[in-house]
Every structure is written in C-alpha cells, then in structure tokens.
C-alpha cells in the first residue's frame, strides 16, 4: 500500500543536540512538507519542496533545515538553534501541479521532546 | 496575505447534526478542504469544493459560497467516533495549504 511513513514515532532531544526525523512516501508524489503542531493549536510549516533538490522556508524555518536528495524521501532536523523544539511533527506530500483536488497525505507523524 | 478562520471549539450531541464555518481571506482562491485529526493521530482529507454548493459523501458534506468567502463541513448523525478536530485549508498562489487553526468538536452523549 502506497502512503507516508515517518520515523521514529517518539524522539528526545538534549539540549544543545541536533536530531533528525525521516519522511519517506512511495506516493510518487512530486511535493513534500514539513509541519510543526503544538498543543491545541494548527499546522506551521516549516520547510517544502516540490521537486528533488529544491526546497523552500515555510514560515517557521529557523532552527530547522532539510534535504531533498531522492523523490521519496524528506529529512527535516532540528538544530541546537531551535529553542523550543517540542512539539509534534508531521511529514506530508501531494501531486503539486494540480489546482483541482489537491488532498495532501500526512505521516502518522514524530513527537519531539527536549530532555 | 492570506488566513483562515474557524471557531475554536463546538459542543454538539450524539446522533444530532453540526456545522463548522470557515471564513477566508485569500489573494487567489483555488478551493477549499476540510481535514480531520483525532488527538494524537494525523489529518486525513475529508472533502474538496472548487465551486460553489455542497459536496456530499456519506454522512460529511462541504458546502462552499465564493461571493461570501465562506464555507462549511456538515456533518450528520454524529457518532463518539466524530470527535477530533476539523481544519479547513486553502491552496495560494505557490500551491501551498494555508491552515485554519483548527475547529475542536465534542461530542456528548
């Protein structure tokens, strides 16, 4: 079955360490996202890309960077510079050049937690 | 710029009938979506309205009114499964999803 997985589902972080989270899709998808969600609150993004080895800042970049070697794959780490990087992270794709239904397919997503 | 916005929380009945509203500001439009998130778990795509009128699948339906910049999901005969929240979302001009906050529904017995 063709879907979204990210790993690992729970993660701690020290202070001061940089971790990294994985996305791999087998959609086939030319655009990927990554977004951050907080308690009660929505989805921030934080990084995209639309095709391989081209990515943007979302609106919350700092402290985050990622890559975009492979279609499938969409690694996002958290640096030492993001101070607060609790919160749970959620890993997305869709057929980009598509103004019509353009369902995004989400990741069960990674929980990040400062130790 | 661009925003969404929806009420924070609604408190409806099991088996009764819910409407969450989303009101948007964009620069272009390219339709609205509706997405679902139990506590914990992921969004999955509800619904999609590029037009004007109401969209049905089974007991959700989405109705979008371009003049009014307004849409709504509905959703019928609710069960204890229906809570979670619900975001409705817009595409901009770079193809992106511009999120609402969020709509937390509760469902009572």
């Known amino acids: 079955d063709g879907g979204i997985t990210q790993s690992p589902k729970y993660l701690f972080r020290k202070e001061g360490q940089n971790v990294t989270l994985s996305c791999e899709q087998n959609?086939?998808?030319?655009?990927m996202y990554w977004y951050r969600q907080d308690p009660g609150q929505g989805l921030r993004l934080i990084y995209y890309?639309?095709?391989?080895?081209?990515?943007q800042k979302g609106d919350i970049a700092e402290g985050y960077s990622v890559s975009r070697e492979k279609k499938e794959s969409f690694p996002l780490t958290v640096t030492s510079a993001q101070k607060n990087p609790t919160a749970f992270y959620l890993c997305?794709?869709?057929?980009?050049?598509?103004?019509?239904?353009?369902?995004?397919?989400f990741g069960s997503g990674t929980r990040l937690t400062v130790v | 710029g661009q925003s969404l916005e929806q009420p924070s929380e609604v408190t409806a009945v099991e088996g009764a009938i819910v409407q969450i509203n989303c009101t948007y500001q964009?620069?272009?439009?390219?339709?609205l979506s509706w997405y679902q998130q139990h506590d914990g778990g992921a969004p999955t795509f509800l619904s999609y309205?590029?037009l004007d009128g109401l969209e049905e699948t089974g007991r959700f339906s989405s109705f979008l009114s371009r003049s009014d910049s307004y849409g709504y999901l509905l959703l019928q005969e609710l069960q204890m499964k229906d809570s979670a929240s619900y975001f409705c979302?817009?595409?901009?001009?770079?193809?992106?999803?511009?999120w609402g906050a969020g709509t937390k529904l509760i469902i009572k017995p």
């Open positions: 997305a794709s869709s057929i980009v050049r598509d103004r019509g239904n353009y369902g995004y397919t």
């Open positions: 309205n590029a």
């Open positions: 890309s639309q095709i391989v080895n081209d990515f």
């Open positions: 964009t620069s272009g439009f390219y339709g």
């Open positions: 959609l086939n998808h030319d655009a």
């Open positions: 979302a817009s595409l901009d001009s770079n193809y992106q999803l511009i």
